[in-house]
């Protein structure tokens, strides 16, 4: 229905976006949160999870492409991928862009929100809802990792709201145990982080908590527009340190072989290379090498 009101993000108290409504598409509560998908002037069609922006058909590519071809293409040979939240679809699209992967594990809590993205958002995802090396499961992704065999995947990407509500168990000690568990030997678990600028606790506890369970733990940085407070950091736990420097002409032809470059329209190569290069006001919330 049309509306032409005003939404008010409420993620911060005191800052925030506003977005001018053309078109109020559709407004549910499910049972983990309260969904509202409208049609911007500015931006496409947006989703709000609790009153906070999710997702814009506009600037979604930047938050998809670094979640997704970043750790895909610094492992090199991820066959098995976890997705876990990503209700949306975007991640599950990306991730089967690369072809030596066999199989895409997608687990998301609310099926509310992949109906709804599906009617409403049907570009973000794409045909990826229909791959046959898709698995979609509405279901818990706490109890999905805890009850997964080990060394099941090489990569586990986990695209949640930030550690309040639905998203709150996927920070913490018995999920980052599980995961490295269900992970391969080089396996790697990517996350967001919060925009540190505003969240800094978000990305230091988690880096902290993550430590105990992987080798080598850092955050590689992205701009998107639409979450407020400037970079958002995506955080990095690894097995093996060495993928997080992997060389460039590596990433190169690795995303050449995959059909990626000239793709993408944030991701490259260099911009791969560049976002693990932190300023120090992010670096410092990080643990000790």
Known sequence: MPTDSWINETLYPEWGQRFRVKRELARVKSDFQDIAIFESYTHGRVMVLDGVIQITEGDEFVYQEMLTHVPLLAHGEAANVLIIGAGDGGVLRRVLLHPNVKRAVMVEIDGEVIRLAKEFLPKIAGDAWNDPRAQVIVGDGIDYVKNAPDNAFDVIIVDST???????????????RNCARILTARGLIVNQCGVPFMQADELHDTSARRRRFFPH?????????????GFMTLGWAAKDAALAATPIDTIHARAQAAGLLGATEYWTPEIHAGAFNLPPYIARHLPPA
Do not use: K, Q, R, S
């Open 162 to 176: 930030d550690p309040i509500g639905v998203g709150e168990v996927l920070f913490t000690d018995d999920f980052y």
């Open 217 to 229: 733990v850092t955050a590689y940085v992205a701009a998107v527009p639409t979450y407020v407070g």
